[in-house]
């Protein structure tokens, strides 16, 4: 048998420990550095398939670090879990079976791997719905012994690793002066103005973006009584682009926007970021297109992402320093189903999603060996790299 063919056999045997992790995390939904029971059922996984795990790792306590190493030469294989959960509706985004694959995919990489060199790890990375701690774990020096990273997302489409928008969260206080709304309004300063006002300044600045780019924003506090003058307001936007350097610009006018604001009704104005920055995704190319042949082998037609429609992923900023793909894998069985939905949610328990599930694991870990046997296939995805 050839070392994909064993692979194969390798992927087969986990299904039971596959579907039983998913299952689990489907079950017990968590938030953002709540994950708790999900890391653990992680956790006890890769340690029962030989994994060495640190845990809590990087200052998260529901992060991991799982290193399975062949003891030879060879390259380091990341693979990227996460297992949050979205408010009241669980796993609409699908983390119960992302995470599943990616650890699924590390634990098949390492049933070969002492034929072959190298070592796999295994990245437990937490609340990708809202802090993003893959950021902290790409600017705090994890990935500086990787050698490639990969994540990969349930979907409706079979989507080829592409873009995705960097995202600048931002948040907006005014502060005013409170008054009597019919008595002395004239002695209030209204903080709701100045937010209005803001709002209608971002809608003013939009005909000058780029089609692309995207700012959208709730109001948190907009005020107490009617008949009091609002003297404080608050509000949270995305501000969103296809490139960092775009993003950065367009905060700084969207900043500018809320200064205006400020002045126009009297208000002071403060901001700050409620959530981490993340940068645009940059695919590896080189690795992506390893990945693709590895799948269209296993009978997954990938298809090339549509323009358009780019969302924000943390894993974004770890395409910046070290190469990395995220790829889609559908769970729909040809339906069109949004992301973020109970609809979507309960896409992950059907027996497409277990046979999908079973071969992105085993694509993930074939692409994961072709980096690590094909020494000219590592050397041109780093240059590709370094060249970007």
């Known amino acids: 048998m050839t070392i994909k063919e064993r692979l194969h056999q ?4 986990l ?13 017990n939904p968590e938030l953002g550095h709540q994950e ?5 059922a992680h956790i006890e996984l890769l340690e029962k398939h030989g994994f060495t795990v640190e845990a809590p790792y990087a200052g998260f ?8 190493d062949s003891g030879q030469a060879g390259p380091t294989i990341a693979y990227l879990s996460e297992y949050d959960a979205l408010p009241s509706i669980g796993h609409g985004c699908g983390h119960n079976m992302l995470g599943t694959v990616d650890t699924g995919a590390g634990i098949a990489l390492s049933k070969v791997i002492n034929e072959i060199g190298g070592r796999v790890v295994v990245l437990g990375t937490p609340a990708e719905e809202t802090t993003g701690t893959k950021v902290d774990m790409a600017n705090s020096g994890v990935f500086d012994d990787v050698d490639v990273a990969m994540c990969t997302h349930p979907s409706d489409e079979n989507t080829m690793s592409g873009t995705s928008m960097a995202i600048h969260p931002i948040a907006f206080e005014f502060f005013g002066k409170p008054a009597h709304a019919a008595e002395a309004p004239d002695e209030g300063i209204n903080a709701l103005d100045a937010m209005i006002n803001l709002f209608n300044n971002i809608n003013s600045l939009r005909q000058e973006m780029r089609p692309s780019a995207r700012v959208h924003g709730i109001i948190t506090h907009g005020g107490d009584a009617a008949n009091v003058i609002p003297d404080y307001t608050r509000a949270e936007f995305y501000v969103r682009a296809l490139d960092t350097p775009y993003m950065n610009i367009l905060s700084e006018k969207i900043i500018n926007c809320a200064e205006a604001a400020a002045l126009a009704s009297g208000c002071t104005m403060k901001h700050k970021d409620f959530e981490n920055i993340y940068k645009d995704m940059i695919t590896n190319e080189t690795l992506s297109q390893a990945y693709n042949k590895n799948a269209g082998e296993l009978g997954i037609d990938m298809v090339p992402e549509k323009v358009g429609e780019n969302g924000s992923i943390d894993m974004g900023d770890v395409s910046h320093v070290v190469p990395s793909i995220h790829s889609y894998y559908s769970i729909t069985d040809g339906k069109r189903v949004i992301g973020h939905t109970p609809e979507f949610r309960d896409c992950t328990q059907t027996p497409f999603a277990y046979d999908m599930m079973l071969k992105v694991v085993e694509t993930l870990a074939r692409t994961g060996i072709d980096v690590i046997e094909q020494p000219q296939l590592l050397e041109a995805i780093k240059e590709e790299f370094h060249n970007r």
């Open 10 to 13: 390798a992927v087969t045997n």
């Open 36 to 40: 708790f029971k999900s890391s653990k």
């Open 15 to 27: 299904e039971d420990d596959l579907r039983g992790l998913s299952d689990y995390i489907f079950a």
């Open 61 to 68: 306590e529901t992060a991991f670090r799982a290193t399975f």
